[in-house]
């Protein structure tokens, strides 16, 4: 099976560990990987990237060049598109850049062009309802009408492009897993003696951007409803509400109680997550829909959520988007935006830690079952089977 994947998630080289265990699934297998020759995440106020060649056995990277260097939706390629087709000539094309993408629609024209008879898959993450406009309703529509098959990595983005019209076989996973190797339970005396984390605390943890969104505010309130137990608050990431979140723990009397760690590289983040006792994602959805506007945002998938869990550590969530979808019963969902509700939560584990285990070895097993790359590999696999045959 040859399996072309056009994505620029794929010039990261972490981001490329789920199709690499793809390609060590069955020896028949090739994955080719298109990405812009140059990409500028962020707009033009940041740096240029110049991506490079990379294989390994039956997996290879290939940068090709492009049209649009920051939005994924006009990201077009060029030079040598056409001729890597007709040599590898795939039986999967899939394209990550979602359902009104120019890309998408270039690589369906090419197999037609070719005769390549591939067949056409869409991933997306987009989960907010939307209204197109002409010209963009009528290349949504070709591409829905000309794909096989819809890898969503939410239910919601799934549901929204059934309403706009696509009919055909769905998956529903993330576009990245976790690196169980990475991510694992390992105790951390030095950095909790580091951190002034002593061994009765109860560390709540979060780890994210500290933006209204993730909902850090109503976390610092319904912690304030717990002072007379023994937490400490563990938040790793930065953000425009930094100060707030400082200036109202100084008002609730707990900034003794607070650590904020910023700037900790990717491969350092598990040592932090193992000093948790529970990590929280109150995630909170600003999509306003009796408006219909694309303007919003609603938790996508949270992919912390299941860096905790292959670390053993116990998850609570809101149930904004993705997140309940994620956790499962391996865990404790709240309301969104209940402050009162999360207290709950929070005051159970810290009071039960028969339960606390509970959930660890739950959302343990859920993740290795679900989540790693090699899991998301073999049923990315066996989706492609399912449209081959």
């Known amino acids: 099976m040859k399996i072309l994947v056009a994505s620029h998630t794929y010039i990261v080289d972490l981001n490329c560990e789920k199709l690499k265990e793809l390609a060590k699934l069955k020896p028949e297998i090739q994955v080719t990987v298109i990405v812009p020759k140059f990409w500028q995440p962020g707009g033009v106020q940041n740096k240029l990237i110049e991506t490079k060649p990379k294989i390994d056995k039956n997996f290879r990277v290939v940068p090709l060049q492009n049209f649009s260097q920051n939005n994924q939706g006009l990201l077009t390629f060029g030079k040598?598109?056409?001729?890597?087709?007709?040599?590898?000539?795939?039986?999967?094309?899939?394209?990550?850049?979602?359902?009104?993408?120019?890309?998408?629609?270039?690589?369906?024209?090419?197999?037609?062009?070719?005769?390549?008879?591939?067949?056409?898959?869409?991933?997306?993450?987009?989960?907010?309802?939307?209204?197109?406009?002409?010209?963009i309703d009528w290349l949504e529509k070709y591409n829905l009408q000309h794909t096989h098959?819809?890898?969503?990595?939410?239910?919601?983005?799934?549901?929204?492009?059934?309403?706009h019209g696509y009919k055909n076989q769905v998956e529903i996973m993330p576009q990245l897993g976790v690196n169980e190797r990475l991510f694992s339970a390992r105790t951390q005396p030095e950095l909790a003696a580091k951190l002034k984390i002593q061994?009765?605390?109860?560390?709540?943890?979060?780890?994210?951007?500290?933006?209204?969104?993730?909902?850090?505010?109503?976390?610092?309130k319904a912690l304030t409803s717990l002072t007379y137990?023994?937490?400490?608050?563990?938040?790793?990431?930065?953000?425009?509400?930094?100060?707030?979140?400082?200036?109202?723990?100084?008002?609730?009397?707990?900034?003794?109680?607070?650590?904020?760690?910023?700037?900790?590289?990717?491969?350092?983040?598990?040592?932090?997550?193992?000093?948790?006792n529970v990590l929280v994602l109150p995630s909170e959805t600003?999509?306003?829909?009796?408006?219909?506007?694309?303007?919003?945002?609603?938790?996508?998938?949270?992919?912390?959520?299941?860096?905790?869990?292959?670390?053993?550590?116990?998850v609570i969530g809101s149930n904004s988007g993705e997140i309940p979808h994620v956790i499962g019963d391996a865990g404790l969902i709240?309301?969104?935006?209940?402050?009162?509700?999360?207290?709950?939560?929070?005051?159970q584990l810290i009071e039960q830690p028969d339960l606390c285990d509970r959930f660890s070895q739950m959302g343990?097993?859920?993740?290795?079952?679900?989540y790693t790359n090699t899991a998301l590999a073999k049923q990315q696999l066996e989706f492609y089977q399912q449209l081959l045959t």
């Open 149 to 163: 098959g819809l890898i969503a990595g939410n239910q919601d983005g799934a549901d929204i492009l059934r309403e």
């Open 364 to 370: 343990y097993q859920r993740v290795i079952t679900k």
């Open 286 to 314: 600003t999509y306003q829909f009796k408006t219909l506007t694309a303007a919003g945002w609603k938790e996508q998938f949270g992919h912390v959520l299941i860096e905790a869990m292959a670390c053993q550590v116990p």
């Open 199 to 220: 061994s009765h605390e109860f560390v709540i943890g979060f780890v994210g951007r500290f933006v209204p969104e993730k909902g850090i505010l109503t976390l610092i």
């Open 80 to 135: 040598g598109i056409s001729k890597l087709l007709k040599e590898f000539r795939p039986n999967i094309i899939q394209v990550e850049q979602g359902a009104k993408s120019l890309g998408y629609a270039q690589l369906i024209t090419l197999n037609k062009l070719l005769k390549l008879k591939a067949k056409n898959v869409l991933f997306t993450w987009w989960n907010l309802p939307y209204q197109n406009k002409f010209p």
């Open 229 to 276: 137990l023994p937490w400490k608050l563990l938040l790793l990431g930065r953000g425009e509400l930094k100060e707030t979140i400082e200036q109202q723990a100084r008002e609730a009397g707990i900034q003794d109680r607070l650590i904020i760690i910023e700037s900790v590289p990717h491969d350092c983040v598990p040592d932090y997550i193992n000093l948790m």
């Open 334 to 347: 709240f309301p969104e935006g209940d402050a009162t509700a999360l207290a709950h939560n929070l005051k």
